[in-house]
């Protein structure tokens, strides 16, 4: 039967999408102006001219709504088969992307537990060296006397303030040292 349509002004009828429809209808609250939300029911078919299912609007539930549609699945042995290739192909798509999202974010997950594992490394007295971060503190080697929230203080040499705290102090994030041996 495919999608019958009647015009709501003059009542002349016509058929569309014959052996196409591919699925039942569906209703949802769509926005169809800039401020007007309508329910609006649509249906699946196939699109022989893209090789790939589209949704055809039968009918929007607001005044601006000018030709109805009734739509019944009817699609040929042909279309359904190549609907459920589309459809298996579709799902294999989405298992390599869900493999590859797995497998990214496991990747991520050892790099937090090595920096993790690194941080915990670093302890108060451990010798280090900035790898990175700003260029004036790159190469910086020196003693840790203060670590709290992933931050360190990193005292460079031996001399000491009158009050007793280091004089050359180079403050930098724990991802930005390595140990030295």
Not at 95 to 102: D, Q, S
Not at 108 to 128: C, D, F, P, Q, T
Not at 147 to 170: F, I, M, S, T
Request: glycine share 8%; charged share 25%; hydrophobic share 40%.
């Amino acid at each position: 039967m495919a999608i019958s349509w009647t015009d709501d002004r003059s009542g002349a009828k016509r058929t569309s999408h014959e052996g196409l429809v591919v699925g039942p209808t569906f209703r949802a609250v769509e926005r169809v102006m800039s401020d007007v939300y309508s329910d609006v029911t649509r249906v699946w078919v196939w699109d022989p001219a893209e090789c790939k299912p589209a949704t055809v609007v039968l009918t929007y539930g607001f005044e601006l709504n000018s030709e109805t549609g009734f739509a019944v699945p009817d699609a040929t042995p042909e279309v359904a088969a190549a609907y459920a290739e589309y459809n298996r192909v579709q799902e294999e798509q989405i298992a390599e992307a869900r493999r590859v999202y797995e497998a990214a974010q496991a990747v991520v997950r050892a790099k937090e537990l090595l920096a993790v594992a690194h941080a915990n490394s670093i302890v108060n007295g451990s010798m280090v060296r900035v790898i990175s971060g700003p260029k004036a503190d790159r190469g910086t080697v020196g003693k840790v006397f203060w670590k709290r929230d992933g931050r360190l203080g990193v005292q460079v040499g031996d001399e000491k303030l009158p009050n007793g705290y280091a004089k050359n102090v180079c403050w930098t994030n724990v991802k930005n040292v390595e140990l030295c041996e």
